[in-house]
């Protein structure tokens, strides 16, 4: 039993520590979701699910999918920057509607929209236990972009094509952590108030 416990000891004070040190840079992908595509998956399922609606629009939109960077400043604190892509979709479909003697009708119209963030991230370092697991949170400091395309029979909506508009984005990440399972490769999670993601699990890669 005494060997056991030796041995336990030794292990257990060898262990590599995986964790970021200063003056790290550390790369990161993921992928996750906004309030903003819940809202319209949520709108465009109950155009589509009305049965005077769901045959002149439906819609789709993917996941976000982004990049980052972090450069370890000290044992506490990060700065970092992000970016985020999400693309929207909706098609309306040609139809005629009779009022009286009017005659009423929409405009086949394919819309592709791209939500598109950008930011930096100011990150405080939690003092963990296990030194491979990093847990934190952040605020970030970023901008949205909208920007869509429009393929209509009708010029004047065509001509919306390019349509680009934008507004600051400030949001919290209440927690984060990563999970270093080799040197340089991390799991990565987030859970925001707010753009690019209120969820998100990526990869990272220390350098």
Not at 18 to 32: E, H, K, N, P, R
Not at 77 to 101: K, M, P, Y
Not at 138 to 162: C, H, K, P, T, Y
Request: charged share 15%.
């Amino acid at each position: 039993m005494k060997k056991i416990i030796l041995l336990a000891i030794i292990l257990c004070s060898t262990t590599l520590s995986f964790g970021q040190q200063d003056g790290d840079i550390t790369l990161g992908v993921y992928t996750g979701f906004s309030l903003t595509g819940a809202t319209y998956k949520a709108i465009t399922s109950l155009v589509e699910s009305d049965s005077l609606t769901s045959d002149i629009l439906s819609g789709n939109n993917l996941p976000v999918f982004g990049a980052a960077v972090d450069y370890r400043v000290s044992d506490e604190f990060t700065i970092g920057a992000l970016v985020g892509v999400q693309r929207f979709s909706a098609n309306i479909t040609e139809r005629a509607f009779n009022f009286g003697d009017t005659t009423y009708g929409t405009t086949p119209v394919t819309i592709n929209m791209n939500r598109i963030y950008i930011g930096i991230v100011p990150t405080y370092q939690y003092e963990t236990i296990n030194e491979n697991v990093e847990l934190y949170s952040a605020v970030r400091v970023g901008f949205v972009f909208w920007q869509g395309n429009f393929d209509a029979e009708n010029s004047d909506i065509e001509a919306l094509s390019g349509f680009g508009g934008g507004r600051p984005a400030l949001s919290i990440v209440a927690l984060g952590g990563r999970y270093y399972f080799n040197p340089n490769f991390a799991f990565n999670f987030e859970i925001a108030t707010g753009a690019p993601a209120m969820l998100s699990f990526g990869l990272n890669y220390k350098l």
